[in-house]
């Protein structure tokens, strides 16, 4: 069966300093692969998604960046984060052109101070 | 692009009561997903619909795909303290991402 796997599940960064978020896959080759982000008690953000090794869509204009090394591996960057990067980060994997919708990760937590 | 309008954005809810949320979309969809979401944690697909008209249960839940295609309703019966959360409606069109209604976030009443 196919699992997603995301950590750490909880980060506290300080303003200006640089972020990565890994996700990973189990179980599936050549998954879509998504980013959101999630304010608290809000709804989900898209922020990028990937259709194989090296290719990324961006979703909104951010102080973030994705990449997709290898086909089960899905990263969020950034360079210098800001306060409002803070928020519930969910990584999702789609099966079967999404038939069944998305499978989300357990998320990270990240504050930024 | 294709929005979704979810309702109510909150409610609180008494242990036994039913209730019902829904989602109205501004364009046609082939599939209707519910998701509900614990606290911390990522969603968790509770019902998926392929076929307008289309009732589906799963356990005290029970959501429906509306014969226009462009809404959907999720009831839970006899609601327990555990059915807090929030819960999210997804459509999807033919080859289109997942487009995801803003959520109900369904507290217990104090």
């Known amino acids: 069966s196919q699992t997603i796997h995301q950590w750490p599940a909880t980060l506290v960064q300080p303003v200006g300093s640089p972020l990565s978020l890994e996700c990973t896959v189990e179980?599936?080759?050549?998954?879509?692969l998504y980013w959101y982000r999630q304010a608290a008690g809000r709804g989900l953000q898209l922020l990028f998604y990937?259709?194989?090794?090296?290719?990324i869509s961006s979703e909104v204009p951010q102080n973030l960046s994705a990449s997709r090394p290898q086909d089960r591996q899905f990263i969020l960057s950034s360079k210098k984060l800001l306060l409002s990067d803070s928020g519930f980060y969910l990584c999702a994997l789609e099966l079967d052109r999404g038939l069944y919708g998305y499978t989300f990760g357990s998320g990270t937590r990240l504050t930024v101070v | 692009g294709q929005q979704l309008n979810q309702s109510p954005q909150s409610m609180f809810i008494q242990e036994g009561e039913d209730v019902s949320m829904n989602c109205t979309s501004s364009?046609?969809?082939?599939?209707w997903l519910w998701y509900k979401q614990d606290p911390g944690e990522g969603p968790v697909l509770l019902i998926a619909l392929y076929k307008a008209g289309e009732l589906t249960s799963n356990g005290r839940l029970t959501a429906q795909f509306g014969i226009t295609r462009k809404d959907s309703f999720l009831n839970i019966s006899a609601s327990i303290p555990s059915d807090v959360g929030i819960y999210f409606c997804?459509?999807?069109?033919?080859?289109?991402?997942?487009?995801f209604g803003g959520g109900t976030r369904v507290l217990v009443k104090p």
């Open positions: 997804a459509g999807k069109a033919a080859g289109n991402k997942l487009t």
């Open positions: 364009s046609i969809f082939n599939t």
């Open positions: 179980g599936t080759s050549n998954p879509n």
């Open positions: 990937s259709v194989g090794i090296g290719q």
